[in-house]
T-cell receptor
Framework: AQKVTQAQTEISVVEKEDVTLDCVYE???????LFWYKQPPSGELVFLIR??????QNEISGRYSWNFQKSTSSFNFTITASQVVDSAVYFC???????????FGTGTRLKVLA | EAGVAQSPRYKIIEKRQSVAFWCNPI?????LYWYQQILGQGPKLLIQ????????DSQLPKDRFSAERLKGVDSTLKIQPAKLEDSAVYLC????????????FGPGTRLTVT
């Protein structure tokens, strides 16, 4: 089955703390892509990153970093030195080849407190 | 570059009435998606267009929902007749070509069915 699991429903941290959002996936595809999106309180989903299954190198973009591990089927997202503006719901997503499905996880709501 | 446009932003209707949503994707994006996002859940893909053809509509409740993208650019999603459980945010997104590319989302239409 093709599936995305975000087990953390809600996380609260104090500003400047680091936080990691977990994403575990299941897929039958040998080649696949994984995505992270952010949905701030305004509601508009914003693309953050796309990762190809061939590339397991960690990705860093400013305060954001992503750890992709095929061995554990995980694609985790870390925010370093969190800020109040990071407060949002974060979704992990997995498109499936052949069936043209795009599966979103249930999301993790991150609250960063000042 | 203009983003994905959607209208209306909000709509309140009574059950059994009909409603239509409009979406204009980013210029040059071949693929257009309609999602339904129920409060507290991840987006659920309803239909995917590649240019003006339907790629997948397996999760579209075809007895009441319909969608079209006649000229391969903007699209409309219609619900007729609406049910209480259709209350949700309807998101439109576009991507360059297909599921492996990042999607750009519009602000969504919040539908309330009373």
């Amino acid at each position: 089955a093709q599936k995305v699991t975000q087990a953390q429903t809600e996380i609260s941290v104090v500003e400047k703390e680091d936080v990691t959002l977990d994403c575990v996936y299941e897929t039958r595809d040998t080649t696949y892509y994984l995505f992270w999106y952010k949905q701030p309180p305004s509601g508009e989903l914003v693309f953050l990153i796309r990762r190809n299954s061939f590339d397991e190198q960690n990705e860093i973009s400013g305060r954001y970093s992503w750890n992709f591990q095929k061995s554990t089927s995980s694609f985790n997202f870390t925010i370093t030195a969190s800020q109040v503006v990071d407060s949002a719901v974060y979704f992990c997503a997995l498109p499936t080849s052949g069936t043209y499905k795009y599966i979103f996880g249930t999301g993790t709501r991150l609250k960063v407190l000042a | 570059e203009a983003g994905v446009a959607q209208s209306p932003r909000y709509k309140i209707i009574e059950k059994r009435q009909s409603v239509a949503f409009w979406c204009n994707p980013i210029s040059g994006h071949a693929t257009l998606y309609w999602y339904q996002q129920i409060l507290g859940q991840g987006p659920k893909l309803l239909i995917q267009f590649q240019n003006n053809g339907v790629v997948d509509d397996s999760q579209l409740p075809k007895d009441r929902f319909s969608a079209e993208r006649l000229k391969g650019v903007d699209s409309t999603l219609k619900i007729q007749p609406a049910k209480l459980e259709d209350s949700a945010v309807y998101l439109c997104a576009s991507s360059l070509a297909g599921l492996i590319y990042e999607q750009y989302f519009g602000p969504g239409t919040r539908l309330t069915v009373t």
